[in-house]
């Protein structure tokens, strides 16, 4: 009988542990979650790939978070380089998706001149303040916007890769940050499936070779597009 | 202590069977022999769960899973049968608690003496086996800078960067691409490396792998013998996305690949900095 008890209890007391382990972990995901941003729809385009849906995603890249997206204060990490409104994206299947970033950061020369190049867009270039290109000096570089997904036999491959180039500090804006360049591009999308974008320009807090802090953080420098 | 023990110390030393004509013997030798053949029947599953082989290299190491695996099987058995055996027929059926004095364990020189030294031939063997297969492997691992420069083929620098793959084909015209494309039937060198931490730089179906370390650049050599799609991963913890740190290779024919280094080279640059650009 008193084995049975002892039994009884270890039973109990280990699936309450797992439990708890699955509810904490739950309910840190459920905080992490970030607001998602769908695509504005700006109606269908004839295109190469035929008519298809054409919206457009709006992005910023500040150099630190008090722009707002993170409370007026800058939030949990003020200093921190980020993305606004959100990095969580949201686009239609099989449409032409539009991106357009206002970048507000200066730089430097990146890591990986590979990522100073243009990959994967609708026509192999990108826009920069009104003019097209499809690389940018590896020392100009700001940031840049690399999406990627898990290959995988249930969603289309997708490559994405534009290098947003660095905002002049010393033309300073009414909000006390630099004029913006504005890099503008355009990707196809398959069909559903959940993809990865971040920033391959290290400039995290000095770990993991400056990919840490918020290049490693969603919500600031990665995040995740969801394609339905 | 067993009823057949109880008997076996009535009998004269003349009378004793000997060990292989003991009952027990013989049934953990039956059960030894059963998952033996069951073992060695499958042994052939790993290698088939590892999917597809792409590579003389895979296949390589997909013979050395098989044999590996049956061999294995019999001397796992052995410990399984002897388990099984004695929980059944040795289990304490008493008064509780069982008594603190149970009958002492017994060496027995020749069993002992037989155990190590199939274990060790065993062992030998295995380790001869992985020399050879290693040593066939090692020229590329060991090969230096100049040694991969002149050697004939494709030659392909792979950067690993948090978190995506891209590849250099140097002697193209230094085209890049992020998905790997390879001609069939021929073989590439790789030179990776690194620009942040350590990467692994993984091709599934060709099972080759070699690190990607910053600072360092690490050679391998594979020549695929299957076109088609195959796994490119980071095999090595880097960060956030490690997990998405996927692409791609295509093998194809060398007709294929001439035509794919066409549509890269034609790619002009047109530099945010030029005359209409920024």
Request: hydrophobic letters at 45%.
């Amino acid at each position: 009988m008193r084995r049975l008890v002892i039994t009884l209890v270890t039973l109990v007391v280990g699936v309450v542990f797992v439990a708890a382990v699955g509810i904490t972990v739950t309910k840190a995901n459920a905080e992490n979650q970030l607001t998602v941003q769908p695509a504005l729809s700006l109606g269908t385009v004839d295109t190469a790939n035929g008519k298809l849906p054409h919206v457009v995603l709006e992005l910023s890249a500040w150099p630190d978070s008090r722009s707002g997206c993170h409370g007026q204060d800058g939030g949990a990490h003020p200093d921190w380089v980020t993305f606004c409104n959100t990095t969580s994206l949201s686009v239609p299947a099989h449409a032409l998706v539009t991106v357009r970033v206002h970048q507000y950061d200066a730089g430097e020369k990146i890591t990986n001149a590979y990522f100073a190049k243009v990959h994967g867009t609708a026509d192999g270039m990108a826009v920069l303040n009104g003019k097209s290109f499809n690389e940018i000096p590896p020392d100009q570089v700001g940031h840049t916007w690399t999406l990627r997904g898990i290959p995988s036999p249930n969603q289309d491959p997708l490559f994405v890769s534009v290098p947003l180039q660095m905002a002049d500090e010393e033309k300073v804006g009414d909000n006390g940050y630099p004029v913006p360049n504005v890099v503008e591009f355009s990707f196809y999308t398959g069909g559903p499936g959940k993809y990865f974008w971040n920033c391959e320009f290290p400039c995290g807090d000095g770990t993991y070779a400056r990919f840490g802090g918020p290049m490693s953080t969603q919500g600031y420098m990665a995040g995740e597009l969801t394609v339905v | 202590m067993s009823d057949t023990a109880l008997k076996e110390e009535d009998r004269t030393p003349a009378d004793a069977p000997r060990w292989w004509e003991r009952g027990d013997v013989r049934a953990v030798f039956l059960i030894w022999l059963i998952l033996s053949a069951v073992g060695i029947a499958f042994a052939w599953v790993p290698a088939w769960l590892m999917g597809l082989s792409a590579s003389s290299e895979m296949d390589d190491v997909k013979m050395t899973m098989t044999w590996f695996t049956a061999i294995a099987m019999p001397v796992g058995a052995v410990i399984w049968a002897v388990m099984i055996y004695s929980l059944w027929k040795w289990r304490y059926r008493g008064e509780q608690p069982p008594p603190d004095d149970a009958p002492g364990f017994q060496t027995n020189p020749p069993t002992v003496v037989m155990w190590i030294v199939i274990s060790a031939v065993l062992t030998l063997f295995v380790f001869a086996w992985g020399l050879v297969k290693i040593a066939a492997i090692s020229p590329a691992m060991a090969m230096t800078s100049a040694a991969t420069s002149a050697s004939s083929g494709l030659r392909v620098e792979v950067t690993g960067n948090q978190w995506a793959w891209n590849f250099t084909y140097p002697q193209l015209g230094n085209i890049q691409s992020d998905v790997l494309h390879i001609p069939l039937g021929e073989q590439t060198t790789f030179a990776v490396s690194s620009v942040d931490v350590i990467h692994s730089f993984w091709i599934v179906q060709m099972a080759v792998k070699v690190d990607a370390n910053p600072g360092a650049i690490t050679y391998l050599t594979v020549t695929p013998t299957k076109a088609g799609t195959f796994e490119v991963r980071c095999a090595e913890l880097c960060g956030l996305y490690h997990a998405a740190m996927e692409t791609t290779s295509v093998v194809s024919s060398r007709k294929d690949f001439d035509a794919w280094v066409a549509e890269m080279r034609a790619v002009k640059p047109v530099s945010s900095m030029t005359e209409g650009g920024a």
